[in-house]
């Protein structure tokens, strides 16, 4: 308590967000909590704006630093709209309080960061921050300071990898098949314009095995989840589910249901649209998409094993300074249930029959047109809803294992390992690489 940072001075620091301070400042928060709490915080930036200024971020977990195996990995990130700054806000009060909580023996935040390791990235926009903190609070307005410094959208500027998906399975006859997971991203998207910032976020998302993770954005209360692009060419709003609805309509249940507004039928909608008949969610294609929109949680899912959905988490994007202690006690719940949601599934470790991990492992679900891979180490986590599923687990030159694996209601992924064995080919393949591709030949046999 005595090493605690009090509340009202977090607020204090960042209330007049003078830009300078703004960036200053949140450097300032993130050590402050380091040094709080050194054993389980770790600050690393993932990159750089256009403006040249570093995207920090702050790691929480019991051996920061490293990807422990079996353990999953959770991001939040927020700000990728500059203008919209609640989100940044509520990741900064989050780290404080994990901080403070964590000292104090909290066992649920405890428990928490000892199965879990936490990435918090506060501002992916801070060049479009400047411009938004430059009018103010009042009148900011609703677009000022949402694109970067080179005018683009980062929520908007990942590759389209949904059109790759859907035209190949429209295409049956066709020879060119496309991958349900794991979509390599295309050539031509290498050459167009992509912000700095950009790129950073999707070779962080490339080096960590992340498995589930929130955008923190603003000007609503509900929360979106894939896909956000429509399926359709003829339409701009239309109902597109992923292979995995029932697990993403779970995931934004449970950070919509446990926020103190959200699923409040008394509360008035914040603009034109009332999202109360889908008890605070919406699926992003059949909201506000446009066909060819290019979003970061359709990326996400197609390119990564992490499950992405947007949260947003307040009607004004840019509240003035007395508003957010209310706004934080709105999200706070929300903000820890949804991080537990990561341990709900099936995690486990596929091996070969030496014990050790086998990467690159395909993990697929009977009825579930959606797999994932096994990380470096042979770790694995697929987030699934409570039932019961036949698991498969193929690799190359692997022979294919399956096995039932359970989900239950209570929180705690189910472990599902795998033990898999090389095929007859590779084996034969593996002696001729010994041998020089060479005919093992056996010594002729003598009789005296």
């Known amino acids: 308590p005595g090493k605690a940072i009090h509340r009202n001075l977090l607020y204090h620091l960042f209330a007049k967000r003078v830009y300078p301070v703004m960036f200053t400042g949140v450097i300032q928060l993130m050590k402050t909590v380091n040094k709080m709490c050194p054993n389980i915080t770790r600050i690393y930036n993932i990159g750089k704006s256009h403006q040249g200024l570093k995207l920090y971020a702050v790691e929480i977990s019991d051996n ?4 422990e195996v079996g353990e999953p990995e959770f991001r939040y990130t927020a700000g990728a709209h500059g203008n919209e700054v609640l989100g940044r806000e509520l990741i900064l009060l989050l780290m404080q309080f ?3 909580e964590y000292l104090a023996g909290n ?4 428990h928490l960061i000892e199965d879990t390791r936490i990435h918090l990235l506060p501002s992916v926009n801070p060049d479009g921050y400047d411009k938004a903190y430059k ?6 307005g609703w677009s000022l300071g949402r694109w970067t410094q080179d005018g683009i959208d980062i929520n908007n500027n990942f590759p389209d990898l949904n059109s790759l998906l859907w035209e190949s399975e429209d295409q049956k006859k066709s020879k060119r098949k496309v991958p349900n997971h794991h979509i390599p991203i295309p050539d031509w998207y290498l050459s167009e314009n992509v912000a700095v910032e950009t790129r950073a976020i999707i070779a962080w998302m490339e080096k960590i095995p992340f498995v589930l993770g929130g955008n923190l954005q603003g000007g609503e209360l509900v929360v979106a989840y894939p896909y956000d692009m429509v399926r359709s060419l003829w339409k701009t709003q239309d109902y597109t589910p992923t292979p995995d609805d029932h697990v993403f309509r779970w995931l934004a249940y449970s950070y919509a249901s446990t926020h103190r507004l959200m699923t409040d039928a008394r509360r008035r909608a914040c603009h034109t649209e009332d ?3 889908e008890d605070g969610t919406v699926n992003g294609a059949s909201w506000h998409t446009v066909a060819g929109s290019r979003c970061i949680n359709d990326f996400s899912y197609l390119h990564t094993n992490c499950f992405e959905l947007s949260i947003y988490v307040g009607c ?17 719940e929300s903000l820890i249930v949804f991080m537990e949601q990561v341990h709900r599934g099936i995690k486990g470790i596929v091996k070969d ?3 050790r991990g086998i990467p690159h492992a395909i993990i697929s679900v009977e009825g579930v047109n959606h797999d994932i891979r096994t990380g470096a180490d042979g770790d694995y986590w697929r987030l699934l809803n409570p039932g019961e599923y036949m698991v498969s687990v193929k690799a190359e030159g692997y022979t294919t294992a399956t096995k039932n694996c359970e989900v239950g209601y209570d929180m705690g992924a189910t472990r599902c390992d795998f033990t898999i064995s090389k095929t007859n080919l590779a084996r034969i393949k593996e002696i001729m690489r010994k041998f020089g591709k060479q005919p093992i030949r056996r010594k002729k046999d003598t009789c005296k």
Not at 64 to 67: L, M, S
Not at 107 to 110: A, D, F, G, L, N
Not at 316 to 332: A, F, G, I, T, V
């Open 64 to 67: 920061p630093g490293e990807h």
């Open 98 to 100: 994990m901080c403070q």
């Open 107 to 110: 066992p649920r935040i405890v």
């Open 135 to 140: 009018a103010g609070s009042e009148l900011g």
């Open 275 to 277: 999202f109360q008949k």
């Open 316 to 332: 004004d994007k840019y509240p003035h300074e007395s508003e957010l202690p209310e706004e934080w006690e709105n999200n706070r």
């Open 353 to 355: 029959i030496h014990g």
